[in-house]
């Protein structure tokens, strides 16, 4: 059933599309963060340790403080870690609004050095760009063009452009 254009608010439900297409991005992006694809692993507690925001991310949690890492960091003192654990520790339980700074980071201490690696670089040139392409999308939709009553609420004051006065709508390519 077609929306009844006195209640529609087209800039609204535009915004929340766009709220909708970003907050799948966020998800997204920190999905694949927190994978061995696009982080670097040794064991696992980097990975496990990104979090999203509305304010900066601050690395300060050492992986000798949380299990079962501290035992695999310990293991990993004598020789490498055959079994890293990747498990989120910061999932998303809210919904972020684009009209607010998202921050995505890591609150491992040593997060500046595991950068050294290549792995984030190559998800913030690759992977990241095409989950923004893939999921901001612009959305095919109606727009509305229509002449407002004038003041003494006799006629209108005409239409928009070269169209005469009244409601019309084309699809927005």
Same mark, same amino acid.
């Not at 992986?63 to 498990?87: L, M």
């Given at each position: 059933?077609?929306?009844?254009?006195?209640?529609?608010?087209?800039?609204?439900?535009?915004?929340?599309?766009?709220?909708?297409?970003?907050?799948?991005?966020?998800?997204?992006?920190?999905?694949?963060?927190?994978?061995?694809?696009?982080?670097?692993?040794?064991? %696992?507690?980097?990975?496990?340790?990104?979090?999203?925001?509305?304010?900066?991310?601050?690395?300060?949690?050492?992986?000798?403080?949380?299990?079962?890492?501290?035992?695999i960091a310990k293991e990993g003192k004598k020789i490498k870690p055959t079994n890293p654990k990747v498990q989120k520790r910061f999932p998303i339980?809210?919904?972020?609004?684009?009209?607010?700074?998202?921050?995505? !980071?890591?609150?491992?201490?040593?997060?500046?050095?595991?950068?050294?690696?290549?792995?984030?670089?190559?998800?913030?040139?690759?992977?990241?760009?095409?989950?923004?392409?893939?999921?901001?999308?612009?959305?095919?939709?109606?727009?509305?063009?229509? !002449?407002?009553?004038?003041?003494?609420?006799?006629?209108?004051? %005409? !239409?928009?452009?070269?169209?005469?006065?009244?409601?019309?709508?084309?699809?927005?390519?």
């Amino acid at each position: 059933m077609a929306k009844d254009f006195l209640k529609s608010d087209p800039i609204g439900d535009m915004e929340a599309l766009i709220n909708s297409d970003f907050n799948t991005v966020i998800r997204k992006a920190h999905a694949s963060l927190s994978t061995k694809t696009y982080s670097p692993v040794y064991t %696992g507690f980097f990975a496990s340790s990104w979090k999203v925001a509305n304010s900066p991310i601050q690395a300060t949690q050492k992986v000798e403080n949380f299990k079962p890492w501290a035992d695999i960091a310990k293991e990993g003192k004598k020789i490498k870690p055959t079994n890293p654990k990747v498990q989120k520790r910061f999932p998303i339980k809210r919904v972020f609004d684009i009209k607010k700074s998202v921050y995505i !980071g890591n609150r491992a201490k040593y997060a500046k050095y595991a950068l050294e690696g290549g792995k984030i670089q190559y998800f913030v040139q690759g992977r990241l760009a095409k989950i923004i392409r893939d999921n901001m999308k612009e959305k095919k939709g109606k727009l509305f063009l229509l !002449g407002a009553p004038n003041v003494d609420g006799k006629g209108t004051t %005409g !239409g928009f452009g070269n169209l005469a006065p009244g409601i019309g709508y084309s699809d927005v390519l």
